[in-house]
């Protein structure tokens, strides 16, 4: 639909079919409205629509090459920062053991605008920091606009747009930059696109993008799209989603949309399919309670399918499958192989644990 292509679409979700057409409709609105703005035409033979392929970028500190896309999160919004605000961005600072613990799903770096941060920082994650207030110190490094005279020799972000991108601005970029590419107009994926065609040169991009006019679900979705959609074409080597909405939501949804495209995997994947007059079984419920004793399995896919007619064929890049066989029986898979056949229901949860466990994937919580 970006694209300007198809006039009908389908959403599929494990939940009740009835709760498809909320979100069908939320994608579809997107495009009912008559967006004018004009993104040049750009003929270049590099883009293969048709298969996935990693742009090239240069690797400066740990962005870029073949480092995971980074995630940046804003909090120029305080006044003080503390410790505790960095738990929504999955740091957590224990006050009694003087400790930092880093999630799986935690943002690497911080933009704090002109303000600063005045605590020692875990190791994971550095700050951001306008230029005209940066000066030298570990893990801070600047925001640059326009105005190259304050500079970083490690790291330094650049902020532009597409109409920035002339030779004459890329020859004057610092040494170690890291450009932080802004989306201008309602065409998001397509205007970056166009940029990432146009920037003949292996400088790494984050992508930004600002979605401060909607609710949750649309900027869940349309996030998605626009950074999910680049994503899996092999543009991009971080994203910055900025929102009205709570630094936690910002930081699961960025982190999801890495996540569903496979550039960085931070937790367990689930395949399942949507409920049909085949499934064999509470679908919702059984997916529920999988997730519940699986769900600290980082990077390990598992499907979950209703029935063995399409079942298999949905779920083959999982590395476990629960199909239900008939019923009140489920069938177990490893990868594509059927490894457990006529299971009763009620122990295939725990069977399915008891094979994870055989094949050496298993991890206490």
Same mark, same amino acid.
């Given at each position: 639909?970006e694209?300007?292509l198809?006039?009908?679409?389908?959403?599929?979700?494990t939940?009740?079919p009835?709760?498809?057409?909320? $979100? *069908?409709?939320a994608? $579809?609105?997107?495009?009912l %409205?008559?967006?004018?703005?004009?993104?040049?035409?750009?003929?270049?033979?590099?883009?293969?629509p048709?298969?996935?392929l990693k742009?090239?970028?240069?690797?400066v500190?740990?962005? !870029? !090459?073949?480092?995971?896309p980074?995630?940046i999160i804003?909090l120029?919004?305080?006044?003080?920062?503390?410790?505790?605000?960095?738990?929504?961005?999955?740091?957590?600072?224990?006050?009694?053991?003087?400790?930092?613990?880093?999630?799986?799903?935690?943002?690497?770096?911080?933009?704090?605008?002109?303000?600063?941060v005045?605590?020692?920082?875990?190791?994971m $994650? %550095? $700050?951001i920091?306008?230029?005209?207030?940066?000066?030298?110190?570990?893990?801070t490094y600047?925001l640059l606009?326009?105005?190259?005279s304050?500079?970083?020799?490690d790291?330094n972000?650049?902020?532009? %747009?597409?109409?920035?991108?002339?030779?004459?601005?890329?020859?004057?970029?610092p040494?170690?930059?890291?450009l932080?590419?802004?989306?201008?107009?309602d065409h *998001?994926?397509?205007?970056?696109?166009?940029?990432?065609?146009?920037?003949k040169?292996e400088?790494?991009?984050?992508?930004?993008?600002?979605?401060?006019e909607?609710?949750?679900?649309?900027c869940r979705?349309?996030?998605?799209?626009?950074?999910?959609?680049?994503?899996?074409d092999?543009?991009?080597?971080?994203?910055?989603?900025?929102?009205?909405?709570?630094?936690?939501?910002?930081?699961?949804?960025?982190f999801?949309?890495?996540?569903?495209t496979?550039?960085?995997?931070?937790?367990?994947?689930?395949?399942?399919?949507?409920?049909c007059g085949r499934?064999?079984?509470?679908?919702q419920?059984?997916?529920?309670?999988?997730?519940?004793?699986?769900?600290h399995?980082?990077?390990l896919?598992?499907?979950?399918? !209703?029935?063995?007619?399409? !079942?298999p064929?949905e779920?083959?890049?999982?590395?476990?499958?629960?199909?239900? %066989?008939g019923?009140?029986?489920?069938?177990?898979?490893?990868?594509?192989?059927?490894?457990?056949?006529?299971?009763p @229901?009620?122990? @295939?949860v725990d069977?399915?644990i008891?094979?994870?466990?055989?094949?050496?994937?298993?991890?206490?919580?």
């Amino acid at each position: 639909l970006e694209d300007g292509l198809g006039d009908t679409i389908r959403v599929s979700l494990t939940e009740e079919p009835e709760a498809e057409i909320p $979100v *069908a409709k939320a994608l $579809v609105d997107r495009y009912l %409205s008559n967006r004018t703005d004009q993104i040049p035409e750009i003929d270049d033979q590099s883009f293969h629509p048709y298969e996935y392929l990693k742009r090239q970028s240069l690797i400066v500190k740990n962005i !870029g !090459g073949d480092e995971v896309p980074r995630v940046i999160i804003d909090l120029s919004d305080l006044k003080k920062i503390t410790p505790a605000d960095l738990k929504h961005c999955g740091h957590y600072y224990n006050v009694d053991l003087d400790k930092w613990t880093t999630a799986d799903a935690a943002a690497d770096f911080l933009y704090v605008g002109k303000g600063s941060v005045d605590f020692e920082l875990p190791g994971m $994650v %550095s $700050v951001i920091q306008d230029a005209d207030v940066w000066s030298e110190m570990s893990q801070t490094y600047p925001l640059l606009t326009d105005d190259f005279s304050n500079i970083s020799t490690d790291l330094n972000f650049v902020l532009c %747009s597409l109409e920035n991108l002339g030779d004459i601005f890329i020859h004057a970029l610092p040494d170690n930059s890291v450009l932080m590419l802004e989306a201008k107009t309602d065409h *998001a994926m397509v205007e970056m696109r166009v940029a990432f065609l146009t920037l003949k040169t292996e400088i790494p991009v984050i992508m930004k993008r600002e979605f401060n006019e909607l609710d949750r679900e649309h900027c869940r979705l349309y996030s998605s799209i626009d950074f999910g959609g680049l994503l899996i074409d092999g543009f991009g080597d971080g994203i910055w989603l900025n929102s009205k909405h709570n630094n936690k939501f910002i930081n699961q949804t960025s982190f999801g949309i890495l996540q569903a495209t496979r550039t960085r995997i931070s937790r367990t994947e689930y395949i399942s399919c949507p409920s049909c007059g085949r499934t064999l079984f509470d679908l919702q419920e059984t997916t529920a309670m999988i997730r519940k004793r699986t769900d600290h399995l980082k990077g390990l896919k598992i499907g979950i399918m !209703g029935c063995i007619v399409n !079942g298999p064929g949905e779920m083959a890049d999982a590395d476990y499958g629960y199909v239900g %066989s008939g019923r009140g029986v489920i069938s177990l898979y490893k990868g594509k192989e059927v490894v457990r056949k006529n299971i009763p @229901a009620e122990n @295939a949860v725990d069977e399915l644990i008891e094979l994870i466990k055989e094949y050496d994937d298993w991890v206490d919580c």
